[in-house]
């Protein structure tokens, strides 16, 4: 008797559990823009999932692996409801702020702009400026 009650408290346990997703990476959807936000080249992204595939309560919008080709850029562009992290893999590059101040970025750094604030990022080395981009909305 106490067995079953053991195995009904398990499975009850385990049916209201929230799982964590993964996405590996040879499920990543590749999708690749040209002259993204007004920049130059072509921005190439792996993505977990876009915007639209996000539901209204999940925070993070859209999550992939950004890369920019020496000499490519994102345009400087504003995030009206939303927010833009750049965690930069490899590569080097320089990053325009939301008062329009440019800043040299490497592999470690991590960026940020704000709901309502404005950025860009180019790829000024010689290698791909590889970056992982995380988009959430409140």
Same mark, same amino acid.
């Not at 499920?27 to 792996?46: C, M, P, Q, Y």
């Not at 590569?91 to 490497?106: E, H, I, L, R, W």
């Given at each position: 008797?106490?067995?079953?009650?053991? =195995?009904?408290?398990?499975?009850? =346990?385990?049916?209201?559990?929230?799982?964590?997703? /993964?996405?590996?990476?040879?499920?990543? #959807?590749?999708?690749?823009?040209?002259? =993204?936000?007004?920049?130059?080249?072509?921005? $190439?992204?792996?993505? =977990?999932?876009?915007?639209?595939?996000?539901?209204?309560?999940?925070? /993070?919008?859209?999550?992939?692996?950004?890369?920019?080709? %020496?000499?490519?850029? /994102?345009?400087? $562009?504003? $995030?009206?409801?939303?927010?833009?992290?750049?965690?930069?893999?490899?590569?080097?590059?320089?990053?325009?702020?939301?008062?329009?101040?440019?800043?040299? #970025?490497?592999?470690?750094? #991590?960026?940020?702009?704000?709901?309502?604030?404005? $950025?860009?990022?180019?790829?000024?080395?010689?290698? %791909?400026?590889?970056?992982?981009? #995380? /988009?959430?909305?409140?």
């Amino acid at each position: 008797m106490l067995n079953k009650w053991i =195995a009904i408290l398990v499975m009850a =346990a385990v049916s209201s559990m929230v799982w964590a997703d /993964i996405y590996t990476k040879e499920e990543l #959807v590749s999708i690749s823009k040209d002259g =993204a936000a007004g920049g130059k080249g072509t921005l $190439h992204g792996k993505f =977990a999932f876009r915007r639209e595939a996000a539901k209204k309560d999940e925070a /993070i919008k859209e999550i992939g692996w950004m890369t920019l080709q %020496p000499g490519d850029s /994102i345009g400087f $562009h504003q $995030h009206k409801n939303n927010e833009d992290t750049y965690i930069i893999v490899s590569g080097t590059g320089t990053f325009m702020n939301a008062d329009g101040q440019s800043y040299p #970025v490497k592999a470690g750094d #991590v960026t940020i702009a704000r709901k309502g604030q404005s $950025h860009g990022l180019a790829n000024t080395g010689k290698e %791909p400026l590889v970056f992982i981009d #995380v /988009i959430a909305e409140q």
